[in-house]
């Protein structure tokens, strides 16, 4: 048994501790805030999606990111400013945006989503309650170009073993026949299912608590000590925090956490937002992506969450209320019985997603040092590849095959 230290108690965190837990391990986590937070952990869309095989960064998502950078209300923009580290992230997410790339990402993908999706299921059969919900997800396209569009990325889930339906408007209110759709139709993913993020949470930590993991709240990591290329400590404001194995899951942090262990893990905090109707005036039974203007939707119990945006602003969260703005006015023109009026008074949440430069997150030992994991870099796909990132590291930890070729995720692939 090993004495595990985890930087970060995000949802990768989390889940890496409930795995190391399981093994066996001692489990100590540390992270800078304190534990009644609201971080990007707990207010995402709360979608779990194996149908989301294709990386952030793919073709024509550069020149798609220049045109929607021009217009603060756009599903994607970046804050225009002098930093060395955004046109470093920002020379290697072109590099990254070819076919080859995602053709090589893709079955990767897939397999953990699928891995992780299982891992889902396995915790709630085991008691673990957070209202997932399996009847699939659907993406609504408003114009008979993006059908076309999403038509194709269907074929392609299919050829990969994911199964997908293309819908017409009839199928889809068939489909989900507690709300009212204005699109040209759809593409259904059965596999997809959703859950409550926060309830999740919640359940892991209740969980970790009752089995003797601890947790060092609002502990900001301060330093590392090293021996011999071994990490043995963490420093903190509060002391010393010594350990046999070390896993790094610090989100949008991880860089600057893991300063002066010699990683190099390009990486920007893409932040999201979302709003929740309490009482929403339709409940649709599926969730769905509203696919032009970039938006999910999710019920969650009696409520309605609607998420979206990615804005490149550095560690920045602040609330854009134009970038809300943009997520509430795509609402009506999907869901006609909605109004915009519907969400005043409603208040924003964000989150700040960590961003690798080719959409794939870090996962794997660290070169440098034979004892650090590092586990972060997921961007949007954080709660839904969780489970399976947890069982990974603790594959790692425990000297096992994981059963993938990880060699894509290696967290030294950038130097």
């Known amino acids: 048994m090993a004495r595990v230290v985890i930087v970060g108690s995000g949802v990768i965190g989390l889940c890496v501790a409930e795995a190391c837990r399981r093994d066996g391990h001692e489990v100590v986590v540390i992270d800078r ?3 009644a937070r609201d971080g990007c952990s707990f207010g995402n869309a709360g979608m779990v999606v194996p149908s989301h095989f294709v990386p952030l960064a ?11 950078m021009w217009n603060p209300e756009s599903p994607f923009y970046v804050k225009p400013r002098l930093d060395a580290g955004l046109m470093r992230w920002g020379w290697h997410f072109w590099r990254a945006s070819t076919g080859e790339r995602v053709r090589r990402a893709a079955p990767l993908i897939r397999d953990l989503s699928l891995a992780s999706r299982q891992a889902f299921v396995d915790l709630a059969r085991d008691g673990l309650d957070f209202g997932l919900v399996e009847r699939g997800l659907v993406m609504l396209c408003k114009t008979a170009h993006g ?25 889809l209110a068939r489909l989900d026949p507690d709300v009212a759709m204005d699109v040209a139709g759809g593409v259904y993913f059965p596999k997809d299912c959703h859950l409550s993020p926060a309830r999740f949470m919640g359940a892991l930590l209740l969980r970790l608590k009752g089995a003797g ?52 893990l390009p990486m920007q905090a893409g932040k999201g937002y979302s709003l929740t109707l309490e009482r929403p005036r339709q409940l649709p039974r599926i969730c769905a992506i509203f696919t032009e203007a970039r938006v999910a939707i999710t019920p969650m119990g009696g409520t309605l969450r609607f998420g979206g945006t990615m804005e490149i602003a550095g560690l920045n969260e602040d609330i854009n209320p134009v970038r809300v703005r943009g997520i509430v006015k795509s609402v009506p023109g999907y869901y006609p019985a909605f109004r915009t009026e519907d969400f005043d008074g409603v208040r924003p949440w964000r989150g700040l997603r960590p961003c690798t430069p080719d959409g794939l997150p870090y996962l794997g030992r660290s070169s440098a040092h034979p004892n650090l994991v590092v586990a972060t870099g997921h961007a949007m796909m954080g709660l839904s590849l969780a489970p399976i990132t947890g069982r990974v590291v603790a594959d790692i930890l425990g000297g096992r095959d994981p059963g993938m070729d990880l060699r894509l995720l290696a967290p030294d692939r950038f130097r």
């Open 147 to 171: 059908l076309e569009e999403e038509a194709r990325t269907a074929d392609q889930a299919r050829a990969l073993g994911i199964p997908a339906e293309v819908l017409g408007p009839a199928q």
């Open 213 to 264: 993991a601890t947790f060092r709240w609002g502990t900001e990591v301060r330093g590392w000590r090293v021996s011999s290329g071994t990490v043995t400590a963490v420093e903190t404001r509060a002391g010393r925090v010594e350990g046999d194995e070390f896993v790094l899951a610090g989100g949008s942090w991880s860089p600057g956490t893991g300063a002066g262990l010699d990683l190099d």
């Open 58 to 68: 793919a073709p024509g998502m550069v020149a798609l990111g220049l045109k929607w």
């Open 33 to 35: 805030q304190l534990e």
